[in-house]
């Protein structure tokens, strides 16, 4: 059973406008969520996390939103920029358990 | 900064051999992991150790086994390699949980099963 889903396999966005990247959940248990960026031949690299305690967390350009009663939470990337390219992932975790579980991952395409 | 780091890169195995894939971090985090990314299914946890001496199941981990050698070192041992076992395979450390203890990956080890 995937407890993390990435809907949407991929995405285009022309450069300068908002990418929405969504990620849905049915654990209401995990305590934070994490977002990953990932380029061609690395490892994934962390770009941004929020605390279910919250509903927002802003970073520069991203931004991320937590909707616990719809157990949904999105990505928000402002202005695009084709070095957004990228493939990304969402992740949640539960306190004390040391596992974090990551979603299928969304692929982006920033078109200059 | 090295942060994490996997070796080999690249690996091909014929179907039955066995191999060790070997991660080290040097960021002194207690938390270490090993993932793999198949098209379509994301990254699934394998094996994960909490703090130097313990070890523990994620979502996939049959046919492979861990040891936490130290604190620096996790190695993931596949004993009898099977096709399935065609993947990326990246580790991970974590210095310790909650959303500002994020983890850290390595650039994988790309390994195909024959």
């Known amino acids: 059973d995937q407890q993390v889903k990435q809907n949407s396999p991929s995405l285009s966005v022309q450069e300068g406008r908002i990418s929405i990247l969504n990620c849905d959940y049915t654990?209401?248990?995990?305590?934070?969520f994490l977002w990953y960026k990932k380029y061609p031949a690395e490892g994934p690299t962390f770009l941004i996390s929020i605390s279910s305690i919250k509903d927002k967390n802003e970073d520069g350009r991203f931004t991320v939103f937590l909707n616990k009663s719809a157990k949904h939470l999105s990505l928000h990337i402002v202005p695009s920029q084709p070095g957004d390219s990228a493939v990304y992932f969402c992740?949640?975790?539960?306190?004390?358990?040391?596992?974090?579980?990551f979603g299928t991952g969304t692929r982006l395409k920033v078109l200059a | 900064n090295a942060g994490v780091t996997q070796t080999p890169k690249f690996q091909v195995l014929k179907t039955g051999q066995s191999m060790t894939l070997q991660c080290a971090q040097d960021m002194n985090h207690n938390s270490m992991y090993w993932y793999r990314q198949d098209p379509g299914m994301g990254l699934r946890l394998i094996y994960y150790s909490a703090s130097e001496g313990t070890t523990d199941k994620g979502e996939v981990p049959n046919g492979y086994n861990v040891s936490r050698l130290n604190k620096r070192e996790f190695s993931l041992r596949l004993e009898s390699a099977a096709p399935s076992q065609t993947s990326v395979y990246f580790c991970?450390?974590?210095?310790?949980?909650?959303?500002?203890?994020?983890?850290?990956f390595g650039n994988g080890t790309r390994l195909t099963v024959t």
């Open positions: 654990n209401s248990m995990f305590d934070y």
């Open positions: 991970a450390s974590s210095g310790g949980q909650g959303a500002n203890s994020p983890l850290h």
């Open positions: 992740a949640a975790s539960v306190e004390g358990t040391y596992k974090y579980i």
